[in-house]
């Protein structure tokens, strides 16, 4: 009979333990603040995770770059001592050469194929480099829209009115060349400093979407002029350790992919959604917005100048096909 209450209570107290375990914590670090794209894709990720695991994982949110750069974010990442983090896809090239393809001026010429070359079997190849060669995956594509350019001296209608400005872009061999070949001077700064350098007049530009812009408050930091120039889309993936992945059960695995899935869905509409009203309020505060003439001769300096400079970047010109037929693009000869 001792034997048997010591059998129940044994079992009772395991119970009690397993119901009353503290939960297991998912720190996500997020670049940009809670009311943007990023913040969108994280918050519905974890409201995902945490409701599908009936509590049993805490998803930290930790916005605006509190966790450090995005640079820092992606090796601690890749370490596995921070489980994911939302980061512009120019920052994550230096460690997956082949995901260079994705910053090629030109690539996307609308948002449908945007879509199409980050979902299915474009997703999948993507993916794969990221795993093989970055030691983490993607969860979710974040999509930002295109990024616009801005900047605090004159309007830019044609590829004469940006010569001789500076603007700011990522650590991106890409985004560096693809500048130069517009004509204007590119200075690398990290996404955290890039409010200061605007507002102290360092650069004079830099390029966004408009949820992005109003966002991080750039008209405060003297961009008074947008151009919607579409030479680049903006994706900003959110990774997740593989070493974290790899130490989970399938179920929950199984629950980190659905839970990327959600919030890619949920950022898409909500940038299909928010886009225009955040480009109508910025119109409203004084952004003064204006459209290319010329925009056919800046997709010829990209094309000619930018893709043969910087195919061996993106993991040749092979690699590059290999991707455009996964969402039904020309062959680039």
Known sequence: MKSLFGILAIALALSFGNAYAAPQVLKVAVGDPEDSEQGIAAKTFKQYVESKSNGKYDVQLFFSGQLGDETETIHNVRRGTLDLSCVGIANIVPFVKKLGVLTLPYLFDNIDEVVKGT??????????????????????????????????????????DIKGLKFRVPQSAVLLASYKAFGANPVPISWAETFTALQQGVVDGQCYGYIGIQAMKFMEANQKYLTEVHYTYQLQPLIMSQRVFKKMSADDQKLMLDAGMAAQEAVLKYQNMKGSQAKQELIAAGLVVDQLTDEPAWKEAAMSKVWPEMADFCGGKDAINAYLKTFGKAEWK
């Open 119 to 160: 979902t299915g079997a474009s997703h999948e190849l993507l993916n794969s480099y990221a795993v093989k060669e970055g030691g983490f995956r993607v969860l979710c594509w974040t999509y930002t829209d295109f990024r616009w350019i801005t900047n605090s001296k004159r309007p830019i209608k044609s590829m004469a």
